[in-house]
């Protein structure tokens, strides 16, 4: 896992520097976190990102789960309803707005019990070169899997306390957390054992507190936590697209980032994803910026075969070729388990 293995990557204490309401906290692991990343203008910047509280989350929850799974998820949205953070949920949402809840029985998420896609929206318009990016959490898809297996390989059911406990720690993500708290006590270890303490005690109706997430909420969404300077050319892709965004002919972009992986996705007027997958994010927040490859996928790469001058107005030039890269982009689900 990515934040299992990465040195830190940006200093919190600076970060505590600029913000009072962080600064006041007690102890939290806010610099476990694995921030969001925008490749832009040979630049990586890096940065937090979460829900605005003025208004309700709405939330969606799956409509085939029984009652006793239901109550288990509803104790997880109480608890972090009630942990400080300033959050509130809306329940019955339409699924694919704010927060949907959905169970999969497919193995496509491995030998995770959940995955979360958090996605954050960023004004293409806005200036990226300050402390803070205009950026916010528009959405995230948590998928939940009720049964998983031993570590004998049987096929079991999760129980109530487990699916509660799971479901607190993907809400964690859906918030805004991505990465995972290495030591102590969070809803953000990636333990089974502490996922099952968590569950016990919220179906226990014991109080919930988080002391990351409330460090997470103490400080605006966007704020910058980071910069590495990238190669010459290698943000080129997404400096293309940013073209496009400005000009209305794509929306976006939006950020995602995942355990081994991101994501910067544009769309067009029909709802058609372009993306462009960051592969090597390990590696370029553990201090080698070069190693970050930006693969389009194959709408992106047709889009970008052709170029376009900075009015956004087709030029008919030869494109310019984009860096060459050593993978595919396959398509796949970008998410935190």
């Known amino acids: 896992m990515l934040a299992a293995c990465a040195p830190p990557v940006w200093n919190p204490e600076a970060l505590a520097a600029r913000e009072p309401r962080l600064r006041a906290l007690g102890s939290h692991r806010l610099g476990d976190a694995t921030p969001y990343l925008l490749p832009v203008q040979d ?114 059911d999760l129980e109530p306390v487990d699916l509660a406990g799971v479901a607190l720690h993907e809400i964690g993500h859906a918030l805004g957390f991505q990465g995972h708290v290495r030591v102590g006590e969070s809803a953000m270890r990636y333990q089974v054992d502490a996922w099952r303490r968590s569950g016990r005690r919220l179906l226990a109706g014991q109080a919930f507190q988080d002391e990351t997430l409330r460090a997470l909420y103490s400080v605006p969404s966007g704020v910058v936590v980071g910069r590495l300077a990238a190669s010459r050319g290698q943000t080129q892709a997404i400096d293309r697209l940013l073209v496009l965004a400005r000009t209305g002919s794509l929306t976006g972009p939006i950020a995602r980032m995942g355990d081994r992986e991101g994501q910067i996705l544009f769309r067009d007027g029909d709802g058609a994803a372009y993306a462009i997958w960051l592969r090597g994010v390990a590696a370029a927040l553990g201090g080698r910026p070069e190693d970050l490859l930006l693969l389009p996928g194959p709408r992106a790469q047709r889009r970008l075969s052709l170029r376009f001058p900075p009015a956004g107005t087709r030029a008919h030039v030869q494109p310019a070729p984009l860096p060459s890269v050593r993978a595919s982009a396959a398509p796949r689900r970008v998410g935190t388990g």
């Open 43 to 156: 630049s990586l910047v890096l940065f937090l990102c979460r829900w605005e509280t003025r208004d309700p989350i709405p939330v969606s929850l799956p409509p085939e789960a029984p009652a006793e799974q239901i109550a288990a998820l509803e104790a997880a949205l109480a608890a972090w309803e009630a942990a400080g953070l300033g959050v509130r949920f809306e329940r019955g949402a339409p699924p694919g707005t704010g927060i949907e809840m959905r169970i999969v029985m497919d193995e496509e998420e491995g030998a995770h019990a959940a995955t979360t896609v958090a996605d954050c929206a960023l004004d293409p318009r806005a200036a990226t070169r300050g402390d803070r990016l205009d950026a916010r959490l528009v959405f995230a898809s948590i998928h939940l899997r009720v049964e998983w297996n031993d570590p004998l390989g049987r096929r079991v």
